[in-house]
Each structure stands twice: as structure tokens, then as C-alpha cells.
């Protein structure tokens, strides 16, 4: 069985405050996908990054960064110096082997960034 | 480049009624994929398909039916809606295994 919490429910931040956001897995496999997405209060759902099990490197995009750690079964993600823009809800995801590489979604972070 | 579309977007149904929704793409992706999302519970795979021809069940398939009957299109069908059906549906497809997930705009239905 494959599991995804995001213990953080709701997050609210001032803008350009930086927000992070947990997100741990459960899996028994060693190959494994990690996923994070994106979804704005327009509804859709937008793709952010996609990471193997394999690789452990951190990862930084514009003002995205996210940090896996295997030994702690973590995929954090963290927003600098947030804008209105960023306020959405945020999915962390998982795919493994054992679960036929179905996506299984954590319940969701809703980040709020106030002006 | 419309990518994954959904229709209808918005349906209200009586309970015991019956409809389909429909997804397509135009990626020649071969992995489709119906997903609902309640609130405070994520995104639930109701159903998916590795293929034309195939399909599986997901976490939440109960009440639920879908066809693959062409690669382009994924149907899913609700022989008797309940509001415990109620919900945003999402439709999603990938090019690959593990892959990137392309959603649709999601439909809203809403059973009464």
C-alpha cells in the first residue's frame, strides 16, 4: 500500500514570506515517483515537478525549491518570497510499483498569500 | 492544442438518473485516467486504462462504469447516480507510465 500525508491543511502567509509545505509518503517499494501539483482557484490542475526514487537531488525552480530526503520519507516543497499568484491548493503525489504506478494524491494544502 | 477536454462541464442530476462524461485528448497518450475530488480528501482514482480496449479499477470504483473504446476517449458512466456521487471530476491523461499527469478542467455534478 502506498500513502501520501499533507498534515498541513491550511497554510496563510503575507506576501513575500516564504511558505513550505510537508508532504510524506509511505511505500514499500525502492522505485517510486514523487510528484507535486497545483491547483489555483480557477480549478485546474497544473503539473509542478516529477522526482524518482533515485534521485535525491534538491531541486530549484525560480522561486520553487523542493527537498527530498529519503530517510525521512519527505518531499517538501517551499515558496520564496510568496506572491498573491501562488495562493492555490498544493497535491503531493505518489507512484509506485506496487500499486501499478497509480497516483495517489495527499488530501491538499490550501496556501493563501495575503497582500 | 486542446490537450484533455471534458464535457459536460456542470451537470445537475435527480438521483437514480443515469449519464456519461466524456473525456478526450489529442495527445496520443495511451494512459487515461477518472479521478474525483472531495474536499479535504485529494483526488480518489475512480477508474483508469493502460490502453484502447482496457480499463481497471481504481481506489473508489463502486457505482461507476468506463469504456476505452478508442485511444483518443475515456467514458465514464453512472448507472444510477446517488449523492454520495456528488462531486468535481477530473479526467486526466499520460504519455507513460509514472509519467506527468494531464488533467482536464474538471466537471461539477451534482446529484440531488
Known amino acids: 500500500a502506498q500513502k501520501v500525508t499533507q498534515a498541513q491543511t491550511e497554510i496563510s502567509v503575507v506576501e513575500k514570506e516564504d511558505v513550505t509545505l510537508d508532504c510524506v509518503y509511505e511505500t514499500r517499494d525502492t522505485t517510486y515517483y514523487l510528484f507535486w501539483y497545483k491547483q489555483p482557484p480557477s480549478g485546474e490542475l497544473v503539473f509542478l515537478i516529477r522526482r524518482n526514487s533515485f534521485d535525491e537531488q534538491n531541486e530549484i525552480s525560480g522561486r520553487y525549491s523542493w527537498n527530498f530526503q529519503k530517510s525521512t520519507s519527505s518531499f517538501n516543497f517551499t515558496i520564496t518570497a510568496s506572491q498573491v499568484v501562488d495562493s492555490a491548493v498544493y497535491f503531493c503525489a505518489l507512484s509506485s510499483v506496487a500499486n501499478d504506478y497509480k497516483l495517489s494524491f495527499g488530501a491538499g494544502t490550501t496556501v493563501t498569500v495575503r497582500a | 492544442n486542446a490537450g484533455v477536454t471534458q464535457t459536460p462541464k456542470f451537470r445537475v442530476l435527480k438521483t437514480g438518473q443515469s449519464m456519461t462524461l466524456l473525456c478526450a485528448q489529442d495527445?496520443?497518450?495511451?494512459?487515461m485516467y477518472w479521478y474525483r475530488q472531495d474536499p479535504g480528501m485529494g483526488l480518489r482514482l475512480i477508474h483508469y486504462?493502460?490502453?484502447?480496449?482496457?480499463?481497471a479499477k481504481g481506489e473508489v470504483p463502486d457505482g461507476y462504469n468506463v469504456s476505452r473504446l478508442k485511444k483518443q476517449n475515456f467514458l465514464l458512466g453512472l448507472e444510477s447516480a446517488a449523492p454520495s456521487q456528488t462531486s468535481v471530476y477530473f479526467c486526466?491523461?499520460?504519455?507513460?507510465?509514472?509519467?506527468?499527469?494531464?488533467f482536464g478542467e474538471g466537471s461539477r455534478l451534482t446529484v440531488l
Open positions: 495527445m496520443n497518450h495511451e494512459y
Open positions: 486504462s493502460v490502453g484502447e480496449g482496457t480499463t
Open positions: 486526466a491523461s499520460s504519455l507513460r507510465v509514472a509519467g506527468e499527469l494531464f
